[in-house]
Nanobody, 129 residues
């Protein structure tokens, strides 16, 4: 059974940093591209960032480019998201998601349920001004 468990969420002040982790089990982690998708009330889901199976290529939403960094450690079956200079607009539930390796277009991995094979349960991030 595949499980993906996010951790590292919580409440912070604007300008602070936070690092999310997502540890996967039950799948061959290095056979999947991985992404972070966030959802907040009243907004469309947004793909924050995506990374290829090897970690060699990444993609970021314009809203987080330069502030967030995605990375992965295939030996630990873990995906990371380092978030710096947080703003209240970053408040959301953050989900890690996995899709089987596909040709990389540079346009991201997706944001909807059908774009990924597996999802984590999400971790809540609240940024106060």
């Amino acid at each position: 059974q595949v499980q993906m468990v996010e951790s590292g969420g919580g409440s912070v002040q604007a300008g602070e940093s936070m690092k999310l982790s997502c540890t996967a089990s039950g799948l061959n982690f290095d056979e999947y591209d991985m992404a972070w998708v966030r959802r907040s009330a009243g907004k469309e889901p947004e793909e924050v960032s995506c990374i290829t199976w090897s970690g060699s290529l990444t993609n970021y939403a314009y809203s987080v480019k330069g502030r967030f960094t995605i990375s992965r450690d295939n030996a630990k079956n873990t995906l990371y998201l380092q978030k710096n200079s947080l703003t209240p607009e970053d408040t959301a539930s953050y989900y890690c998601a996995a899709r089987p390796i596909q040709m990389w277009t540079g346009a991201g991995c997706g944001k909807d349920s059908e774009d990924f094979e597996y999802w984590g349960q999400g971790t809540q991030v609240v940024v106060s001004s």
